[in-house]
């Protein structure tokens, strides 16, 4: 497995995102950023991010076509998972312009991954400092 540190930011920059950027930031981490669950021995990252996935959801219970907020979402990808396949109207908030840009850029590429009858998504630059819950009601 291939390890690298990759720096997402880009300060003052006023260009969209390259093809290289893209390209080079979803070859080391994959669309999903995050890590996954091999079943076997021939699952590819790609494949054992989408079964982390599918076993988080099986896992939480999130109801087909629930809102979710996706903080610090990366490139989207899992806010695009969410609303292709669970329905879901995503909302993801993330302290970088520049993942927002890729984000944004990448999902239109992909039809269907914005808007369609499944689910939406909003990628919007912004923090999340306090978020009150009530855990028992969780």
């Known amino acids: ?21 893209k390209n080079l ?3 080391y981490r994959g669309e999903h ?6 079943l076997n021995s021939s699952d590819t990252k790609g494949v054992a991010q989408i079964h982390q996935m599918e076993l ?7 109801p087909y076509s629930s809102t979710v907020l996706d903080v ?6 899992t806010a695009r998972y969410l609303a292709k396949n669970h329905g879901c109207n995503v909302l993801g908030i993330t302290l970088s312009s520049k993942q927002v840009e890729l984000a944004r850029k ?12 499944e689910g939406s998504i909003k990628f919007h ?3 999340v400092r306090f ?6 009601a969780m």
């Open 1 to 21: 497995m291939k390890s690298a540190q990759i720096i997402t930011t880009v300060s003052g920059a006023s260009h969209p995102p390259s093809p290289q950027l």
């Open 25 to 27: 930031l979803t070859y």
């Open 33 to 38: 950023i995050h890590h996954g669950y091999f």
């Open 56 to 62: 988080l959801l099986q896992q939480s219970k999130i």
């Open 72 to 77: 610090g979402f990366g490139l989207g990808g």
């Open 106 to 117: 990448i999902s239109l590429e992909q039809e269907g991954a914005v808007e369609s009858d």
């Open 125 to 127: 630059k912004g923090s």
């Open 131 to 136: 978020l009150d819950l009530d855990a028992e």
